[in-house]
C-alpha cells in the first residue's frame, strides 16, 4: 500500500509574508553600500567587542538567567530585575507577546505601516491580524481604539514607529492605553527609543513598571551597534513575564552577547556619539531631499535612524531604488508593506550619507 499524504502546515502559518530582511547586495551580486537595514554606521562600542572577544570559553551554556544583564539593564534603566525578560533581539519578544496571549478565534492590531513582525507573530498563532488605518504614516490612537473588539488580546505599536519613523507622544502613549480594556496586552515597541531626546520620551518603560497590561520591548541592535548578536529585553508586570518565560527558548543569549550587551550599556559615550551622529545627519539629509521637492520626493518628519522617502513624482521609487543600486546604494524599497512609493534610507557615516544624497540629487533631476 502507498501513502501518499504527507505533513500539512496549519493554515494560518502559510498564509504568513515570509519576513523580508535589507539587502547588502545588488542584483548582480556586488557587495554594496548598506543602508537597508539601520544599524549603526559608526558600529558599536570598542568596550562592547573587547567584552565579547574576552568571552572565549564556548564549551559551556550562558547563563540561562542572564542574570548579569538584568542586573545591569535593572541599574541603568530604575528597574525591577525580576520583571526584565531578554531574548533573541526584540523579535523573539514580539512573538513571545503573541505566543502567550493570543491564539485561535483572538484579535491582533497593529497599525498601517507597522513592523513587518506583527503581523508574522499574530498569524503564527493562529489568531487574526486587524489594521488600523494611519495617519499621515503615523500610529492613529483613535483608528487603534475602534478597531478594538471583545475578541481583541494584544495591540502593538512602535514608538518611533519603523517603517515611518514618526513619533507618538506621551500624551498620545497614556490616552491609547487608558483607553484599552485591561485584558488587552499593550506592547510598546521602542527599537529606536535610544535616539530619542528626553523631551521626547514616551515614557512607555514608567507606564510599564506601573500599569499589569503594559509590555515594553527594546533591543541592542540599532543604537548599541551588536546586530549580529540578536540582544533583545522586555520590561513588564510580573505575570506577564511568568507567563512568557514558560514559551521562551533556553539560552536565548549568548554568554559573549550578555557581556557585550553589558558592556555596551555602560559605554555611555559611545550611545551620546551615535545619537549625535545620527541627529546631525539625519537633519542633514532631509534638508537635502526636501532641497528636490519641486521634483515631487518629501521625506516623512523622522525620530529614528532612517528617513522614509516618499516619491509622488515623475520618478518612481521603484526606479530610484533600481539607479541607487547601479550607484553603489542598497536601501529599503517597501511594496510588501503597502508602501510601493517609498524608500526608507538608513542614516549612514558622513561619506556614505553625502554619497546616497549626491546619488539621489541625479536620480530625479537627471543631471
Known amino acids: 500500500m502507498t501513502d501518499l499524504a504527507i505533513p500539512q502546515p ?24 548598506k543602508l537597508s537595514a539601520n ?7 570598542p568596550d562592547a567587542s573587547a567584552a565579547f572577544i574576552a568571552e572565549a570559553d564556548m564549551r559551556r551554556y550562558p547563563d540561562p538567567g542572564a542574570t ?13 530585575p525580576a520583571r526584565i525578560i531578554y531574548g533573541t533581539g526584540s523579535d523573539e519578544l514580539l512573538h513571545l507577546a503573541a505566543g502567550a496571549f493570543a491564539g485561535l478565534g483572538d484579535e491582533v492590531i497593529y497599525v498601517r505601516f507597522g513592523f513587518a513582525v506583527y503581523d508574522i507573530a499574530a498569524r503564527r498563532v493562529g489568531a487574526t491580524p486587524v489594521i488600523a488605518p494611519d495617519v499621515n504614516y503615523g500610529t492613529d490612537v483613535d483608528a487603534i ?22 513619533l507618538l507622544s506621551r500624551d498620545e502613549i497614556a490616552r491609547l492605553h487608558a483607553s484599552l480594556p485591561g485584558d488587552v496586552l499593550f506592547v510598546l515597541d521602542q527599537a529606536y527609543a535610544e535616539y530619542l531626546s528626553p523631551d521626547e520620551d514616551d515614557h512607555g518603560l514608567a507606564l510599564a513598571a506601573e500599569a499589569p497590561n503594559v509590555f515594553v520591548t527594546r533591543t541592542f541592535s540599532k543604537i548599541y551597534g551588536l546586530a549580529a548578536e540578536r540582544i533583545g529585553w522586555g520590561y513588564g508586570a510580573a505575570p506577564l513575564i511568568d507567563a512568557m518565560h ?30 549625535e551622529h545620527n541627529t546631525r545627519w539625519r537633519n542633514w539629509l532631509a534638508d537635502e531631499v526636501a532641497a528636490l521637492g519641486n521634483h515631487g520626493i518629501t521625506a516623512v518628519n523622522s525620530a529614528t535612524n532612517f ?47 553625502r554619497g546616497v544624497a549626491a546619488a539621489l540629487r541625479r536620480i530625479v533631476t537627471g543631471a
Open 246 to 275: 514558560r514559551i521562551r527558548a533556553p539560552f536565548n543569549v549568548t554568554a559573549a552577547g550578555q557581556q557585550a550587551a553589558i558592556a555596551a550599556l555602560a559605554d555611555t559615550g559611545f550611545v551620546d556619539a551615535s545619537r
Open 145 to 166: 481604539l475602534a478597531c478594538v473588539t471583545p475578541r481583541t488580546r494584544v495591540v502593538y505599536v512602535a514608538n518611533p514607529n519603523n517603517p515611518t519613523s514618526t
Open 10 to 33: 496549519k493554515p494560518w502559518v502559510m498564509g504568513i509574508a515570509p519576513y523580508v530582511p535589507g539587502r547588502s547586495k545588488g542584483d548582480d551580486g556586488r557587495v554594496l553600500v
Open 307 to 353: 528617513l522614509l522617502v516618499l516619491f509622488e513624482g515623475d520618478v518612481s521609487a521603484e526606479y530610484a531604488y533600481k539607479a541607487l543600486m547601479e550607484a553603489g546604494y542598497i536601501v529599503r524599497w517597501l511594496p510588501g508593506q503597502g508602501l510601493p512609493h517609498a524608500l526608507r534610507i538608513t542614516i549612514g557615516t558622513e561619506e556614505e550619507t
Open 39 to 45: 544599524e549603526n554606521p559608526l558600529g558599536c562600542s
Open 68 to 80: 548579569a544583564l538584568r542586573e545591569a539593564l535593572a541599574a541603568h534603566h530604575g528597574l525591577d
